[in-house]
């Protein structure tokens, strides 16, 4: 990759989502915000391949976008108001003020996660304008279809325009409101970076791991006594300290009985522990993510696969069943409930769940894994090749494709 190339590439990871969300203050018009983007990306690669990189590459971007807007705002007659004030504008307009967060992705988060949209609409929106994920990627963490989730971000920017939502730096006083949503679009990016779903990606994308970690951390000292926030980043360090472990140099997914524990990171896990400790100590009633944390916890404390305490990771997602009855946490459940009460049980929830998870790859590989252990090779096989027709990880196919030979 040239100079240049690079140049581009990083601009778009850092830039993208402040532009859009700078041109969206200003215009009233998300459309209008994205487009423009577009249009000075697209620029940005053609003149910056022949002249070189500007030394301030985001502010040449802004500037650029900006004009593309009033552009188009002027090719659009019906919005002579919008063509009056877009004269108006300069580059120079007077930033608006930070507020009560100092890094600019984390800010960003927290202005598009606004509470007027309903909880699933400003995380897909915000994944799409400042996670980094593409269309196809956070379609398949909401487990639907491409076009239902474009349809979905659609009608979010239409209540956006509707309803006139502004797109307002928050104050300390609103963070409460929003971290819900924040920590939901944070979770899905730290998801897709420990196994990403795409083909066309690398198994593990280190760089959405990390910046969500970092970004957690970040809402970790600003609201040092929300347990979720606690909770979620003790799960993110819990998953992380596991990582050259779960995809070593061999690019096959390993799975938890299968991996080296001595190659975990004892740092990331210590940490991670002694959030978890804290969270208990207070007798709060614990969350979504503080469970999940606890039930990492409970899998990066023993020694050995057969040393794991089951029958309290059953217990846990038992409280999580609760909380958030999604089949995603009953098929979880069902692969503790085969380590406690026999693959046989496990196998009668998972069928239970066929309908809502038919498309996910996980759904398939789960009583894939079940199958083989009651012997039921051929029934296996076929989920086996279900699951590797619908896993985009190349890892985790490497893992099923060796177990499906493993079959007699």
Not at 150 to 159: E, L, M, P, V
Request: hydrophobic share 45%; with cysteine; proline share 5%.
């Amino acid at each position: 990759m040239s100079d240049v190339d690079e140049a581009i590439t990083r601009a778009h990871h850092d830039e993208w989502a402040r532009v859009v969300a700078a041109l969206t203050r200003r215009f009233g018009d998300l459309d209008i915000a994205e487009e423009a983007a577009a249009e000075a990306f697209a620029t940005a690669v053609e003149r910056w391949r022949a002249d070189g990189a500007p030394p301030s590459p985001g502010a040449w971007l802004t500037t650029t976008a900006n004009r593309k807007a009033i552009d188009r705002i002027r090719r659009e007659n019906k919005r002579g108001d919008r063509h009056k004030e877009a004269q108006m504008l300069h580059d120079n307009t007077p930033p608006e003020p930070l507020g009560a967060i100092d890094d600019d992705r984390l800010r960003l988060i927290f202005t598009c996660c606004h509470p007027a949209l309903a909880m699933e609409s400003r995380v897909a929106l915000t994944l799409r304008m400042v996670g980094g994920l593409t269309m196809p990627e956070i379609a398949r963490a909401f487990l639907v279809q491409g076009s239902a989730m474009g349809r979905r971000i659609t009608r979010a920017k239409a209540k956006i325009k509707a309803a006139r939502i502004p797109f307002r730096v928050p104050s300390a006083a609103d963070l409460p409101g929003r971290v819900s949503g924040v920590l939901a679009v944070l979770y899905i990016v730290f998801n897709e970076g420990y196994l990403a779903t795409g083909p066309d990606t690398d198994p593990v994308r280190a760089d959405l791991t990390a910046e969500a970690i970092r970004l957690t951390r970040l809402i970790r000292a600003l609201m040092p006594e929300d347990g979720e926030v606690a909770g979620l980043l003790a799960l993110m360090l819990l998953t992380e300290a596991r990582r050259t472990a779960r995809v070593p140099a061999s690019g096959e997914l390993v799975t938890l009985d299968e991996q080296d524990r001595g190659a975990w990171d004892a740092v990331l896990i210590a940490e991670g522990h002694r959030l978890v400790r804290e969270r208990l100590a207070t007798g709060v009633a614990p969350g979504r993510y503080q469970i999940l944390a606890a039930i990492n916890a409970v899998h990066t404390s023993a020694r050995d696969i057969r040393d794991t305490d089951w029958s309290q990771v059953v217990t846990l997602y038992d409280q999580l069943v609760n909380l958030d009855p999604s089949p995603i946490i009953a098929l979880n459940r069902a692969i503790a409930v085969a380590e406690l009460d026999g693959p046989e049980v496990a196998l009668g929830i998972v069928d239970r769940l066929e309908d809502a998870l038919v498309g996910y790859h996980a759904f398939h590989a789960t009583p894939a894994d079940l199958l083989r252990r009651l012997g039921r090779s051929r029934q296996a096989r076929t989920a086996y090749d279900k699951a590797i027709k619908l896993a985009g990880n190349t890892a985790e196919a490497a893992n099923l494709t060796r177990r499906r030979g493993q079959l007699r």
